[in-house]
């Protein structure tokens, strides 16, 4: 990404030293310590500077949708505040080049980050590590109007050039579809442990989730469960549900693609509402019954990131 890419705006300082250094690495058989044949010297120096952030995150969860408006941010927002609250270092990473909503959902839209000689500082906000393409245009109404090849540019970037730290955890929330960005975080994050995938109950979003299933299984990446959003509205005042939508494609769908299914959450007003004013549902709420669902939904996940 070139200087013409980057905002305007103050950051938090750049303190953090370069850890991780490849030299000094002591794992056998890592991908980073030998360059291959055809491969040249800024594209290997490249690849050692991404593989050696990503050793310092021991699990890295992308959550993913077969199509949009289904609720995925949402999703990743919350997994990534409930592991917090879990006394989990996190981190948090938007991929959405076209349509980042991260800022938005945590309040912080008009923070900037600012690039070192090291990378560049994650925006801190509520305990999480965050960045997001949001947080380097100019204005937030700018439309971003990149092809492919500069979009992985700058997914890669994000990944290698970022001071995320020493990491329980980096959540990865990837536009809908199969496209270029989905891709280019599955092919370039070594160890990643895999992906959750969010729908909606009906059949129209469940035809996208089985090719999203399918495109996972294709680039040889583990989908860690499946979380159906929407399922029924909670009234507000009586806490009664309501199924507005067809209900069930989600569990459908895990099951027949022999996956876990992780739970439904249903529609709740207050979910809405804590994004559209920058406040974590889960890190407000949690004692609500819409809450409880996610600390379940969670829970498989939240285990396997805090085994030792």
Not at 38 to 58: D, G, V, Y
Not at 82 to 100: E, K, N, R
Not at 155 to 172: A, M, R, T, Y
Request: with cysteine.
């Amino acid at each position: 990404m070139d200087d013409n890419d980057r905002g305007e705006g103050e950051g938090r300082p750049i303190t953090s030293p370069q850890r991780g250094l490849c030299d000094s690495c002591s794992k056998k058989g890592c991908s980073a310590k030998l360059r291959d044949a055809e491969e040249s010297e800024q594209a290997f120096a490249e690849r050692r500077r991404l593989t050696s952030r990503m050793c310092h995150i021991r699990h890295k969860i992308i959550v993913m949708s077969g199509k949009g408006g289904v609720g995925k941010s949402t999703v990743a927002v919350n997994l990534a505040m409930a592991m917090a609250m879990a006394g989990l270092s996190v981190g948090l990473l938007d991929v959405d080049i076209h349509g980042p909503s991260i800022p938005t959902m945590l309040g912080i839209e008009d923070e900037k980050v600012r690039a070192g000689k090291d990378g560049w500082a994650p925006v801190i906000v509520h305990g999480l590590e965050v960045m997001s393409i949001g947080f380097i245009l100019k204005n937030r109404d700018d439309a971003v109007i990149w092809r492919g090849p500069k979009k992985i540019a700058a997914i890669k970037q994000f990944l290698g050039e970022v001071l995320w730290g020493d990491l329980d955890c980096l959540v990865v929330d990837s536009p809908p579809g199969t496209g270029d960005e989905p891709l280019a975080v599955c092919q370039h994050i070594d160890g990643l442990d895999g992906v959750v995938i969010v729908t909606t109950p009906q059949k129209l979003s469940a035809v996208d989730v089985r090719k999203s299933i399918n495109f996972c299984r294709q680039i040889g990446v583990e989908v860690l469960g499946v979380v159906e959003n929407m399922n029924g509205f909670v009234c507000p005042e009586c806490g009664a549900v309501t199924h507005i939508l067809p209900s069930g494609e989600g569990s459908r769908v895990a099951s027949d693609m022999g996956l876990p299914f992780l739970g439904s959450l249903p529609m709740d007003p207050q979910v809405a509402m804590a994004g559209d004013v920058g406040r974590v549902f889960f890190q407000q709420y949690r004692e609500s019954a819409t809450a409880r669902i996610m600390a379940d939904i969670v829970a498989p996940l939240l285990a396997r990131v805090a085994k030792p």
